[in-house]
Structure formats: C-alpha cells, structure tokens
C-alpha cells in the first residue's frame, strides 16, 4: 500500500496599499474647488463692501438757499448755516437765553446738517449772523440755483485719472470739520498738491457738491491723505471756483439754444466730464424742466 501525498501551491496574496488613479483624481477636484470656493468667498466680501457703505453715515454740510419770495432775516453775506446764539449781541439783562439755547439743540437734533451751537445771551428782536439768506451761492435768478440744478458725473478709470479732472477745471477738495470752523482746501490735487486752511465765513459763497457714489467720496479721501490732511470728524466736498462755474454755465447756455426753453424753466441739468480740448470739457447729458 503507498500513500501518496500531493504538493498545492502556495497562494500569493498582493495588497493594494496606494491610491488609485481615482482616488488621486477625486482628491485634486475637491482640493480645487474648496480653494477656488474660498476665492470667490473673498473676492464676493470685496465686491459688497465696495459697492455697500457699511460705515456710519454722518450728514454732510448743506448749501442752504431759500427759495424766491421767503423771508429771510438781516446779515451782510451768504450765510450756510442759521446764526447761532452765541452770534447775538450781547446784553445787560438777556432775554429768554434758556428758550433760545433749547431751540438751537432742537434744530440740531432734527436737522443734522446743521451745526450745534450753544451761548449764554439772547436779545429779542431779529438776529445778525454772518450773512442774509439771499438765496445762497449759485442762485439763478428766479429760477432753480446751481448748487440744486447741476448733476454732474465722473466717470475715471482709476483715481489718476480722477485727480487730473480735478487740477484741470481748479476744482479743489474741501475737508470741513463738523464741530470746528475749520476748512481745509487741497487745490491741485493731480499734481503738486497743496493745502490752504480757511473757514465756513470765508466760503459761504463758495458752490460745492458731494458725490453721490461712494467710490467718488473714498477717492476724495484717499486725495486728501496724500495731501496730509487729517480726516478725522470731517466731511468732504466739491469746491467749485467761478471760472469752472463760468463754464458749466456756457455748456448750459448752448444745450437750450433752439429748445425754445429758458433757464428758469429747467429743473435739473445733468453733466458729464469727457476728454476733450486741451484735456477735459463738461458735456450736456440731459435736461429736465419743471
């Protein structure tokens, strides 16, 4: 009897220990949609905060102009802002300072463009402040003023080009202090900029305008940083000079010849500033009437 013995072979067991090709490829997608998903998470948060003023808004000075046909009370000049108590001659005995005092911080509180003041003595009759009422700078006669009329639009590419604008037409930046008398103007801010410190008295006449888009107002800051002007509780405006009033006026003039039209007749006229001449011209976009 022989006993036989058969010999299996022996198994050889292979483990797969590395990624797949798979694997590798399903981990490149994920890592790059999670880091082009945190770019566009960034870049969208730079959009909103470009475009939305998430910062507190305060209420910038207002060129306050009576319409025709109001009172308006006694002084020697344009006047922005109401006179306040302290601007009252003073007297022996005064009269009703309390009352005044608590309507010139009623006045404040409800109308934020106006500037809080305070005093000590009152004197009943009809007040002098710094100036009469008449109408304010850039009136038009019997029709809308110029501060209330003109729209006027820049639109650069970038704030160089913005600034240029600016130094072309002798448009300086005034930087007013909201609790002081204190007004900075930086003139010639696309090329040698300087500062020239003056006061609300002093440019009362003076037309002004703010912007509107809150692009226009951070590159206006961002001007008067490079100039070295704090900024600190300020507001920033538009100081227009005569002669660039002289020529918006002009524009103006020609838009409405063969409209049949008057300048007393128009309610709003909307400007552009475009490359022309020598540099850049103001151009007529637009013209409502009343």
């Known amino acids: 009897m022989s006993t036989e013995f058969t010999t299996l072979p022996k198994l050889k067991l292979n483990v797969e220990t590395k990624a797949s090709r798979y694997d590798r490829l399903n981990a490149i997608l994920i890592a790059c949609i999670l880091l082009f998903g945190f770019l566009f998470a960034v870049l969208f948060l730079i959009w909103l905060t470009s475009v939305f003023d998430f910062s507190r808004r305060v209420a910038g000075p207002m060129v306050v102009a009576n319409e025709p046909g109001d009172s308006k009370p006694e002084g ?39 500037e809080k003041r305070s005093g000590d003595a009152a004197e009943m009759g009809r007040g002098r402040g710094f100036g009469s009422r008449e109408g304010g700078p850039g009136t038009g006669g019997d029709g809308i003023p110029e501060y209330k009329r003109w729209i006027i639009n820049y639109e650069a590419e970038d704030i160089n080009t913005y600034a240029r604008q600016l130094s072309f037409f002798d448009i300086d930046i005034g930087v ?89 007749q128009v309610k709003n006229t909307i400007l552009k500033v475009v490359p022309g001449g020598n540099g850049y011209e103001f151009v007529v976009i637009d013209i409502l009437y009343r």
């Not at 802002?81 to 409800?110: I, M, R, W, Y």
């Not at 103007?185 to 006061?199: E, L, M, N, Y």
């Not at 704090?230 to 000079?241: K, M």
């Open 76 to 114: 020697v000049a344009d006047d922005v802002l109401e006179p306040g108590v302290e601007e009252f001659p003073e007297t022996e005995v005064p009269q009703l300072a309390n009352a005044l005092e608590a309507v010139t911080d009623a006045v404040s509180q409800v109308r934020a463009s106006l």
């Open 176 to 264: 007013i202090h909201q609790t002081r008398n204190d007004i900075w103007r930086v003139h010639d801010v696309g090329g040698g900029a300087s500062v020239i410190k003056t006061s609300r008295e002093r440019e009362n006449k003076t037309l002004r305008f703010t912007h509107d888009k809150i692009r226009m107002r951070r590159w206006d800051q961002e001007l008067c940083k490079r100039a070295g002007v704090d900024l600190s509780n300020t507001v920033q405006a538009q100081f227009y000079p005569e002669s660039t009033r002289q020529v918006i006026r002009g524009v103006e003039a020609a838009a409405l010849v063969g409209t049949g039209r008057t300048l007393n």
